[in-house]
């Protein structure tokens, strides 16, 4: 487990406390996040869709890609292999929150449907969010059949032949969505390319992804 893994955070670590849990951490259900974090855990079934939800209290929300709280003493969880996770605090309205975003998630809208709804609920401004990104593919590692006819719509100065750099995509969606870019703070890893520390679909770890195991990327308000 790496605590505080994002430099953005630190200097709010009175205020919000940041996880990231690895394969060694043996983290299967969100049971195990409950274990480890000591309190109860909101997150959501992740579907690879654009929904975000505000949680008030555990459970698993379903449909829900996001939540997001403004409730302290409750972890916000986002579960992932190869995707992409991010932790999001807002210093100024006391916000926190979870976003699990695949490339269909890309596609869907999941990043600026996060942002819409954290100002919907609670009047954020988007330029003082500050976002963690986990460990995910990198664009050697996302490979595609087809990137132009599979991720209709993105930019075509993403694709490198049949290779993608999702992280780019994601980074310049959150940026288009208003958040700042000196706010965005990336994990180098890349699970595939480091299988001995993180679960990979893509690196091997199948029958492990379908027995529950995953990355974990957790956030709570203190």
Sequence with gaps: MIEQPFALFRPFQDRVRVRLYDRGDGVMHTAD???LEGQSVADGE?????LTERVLGPGTIAGA???????HGLTLSSRNADCQSFAVFDPVRGIGGVLHTGWKGLLN???????HLLHHEWGNDPRNLMVGAGP????????????????????????YGRLVNLRAIADDQWESA???PGCIERHPDCPKCDVDRWWSLRG???EAMAAGARNILTISLI
């Design 136 to 159: 995910s593919l990198c664009t050697t590692c996302a490979e595609f059949t087809d990137p132009v006819t599979e991720l209709v719509g993105i930019d075509h100065r993403f694709f």
């Design 204 to 206: 091997g770890d199948k």
């Design 33 to 35: 996040v409950a274990r």
């Design 65 to 71: 890609d996001g939540v997001a709280t403004d409730v």
């Design 46 to 50: 992740q579907t690879h869709g654009p």
């Design 178 to 180: 208003g958040v700042m």
């Design 109 to 115: 809208g999941a990043i600026p449907a996060f942002v």
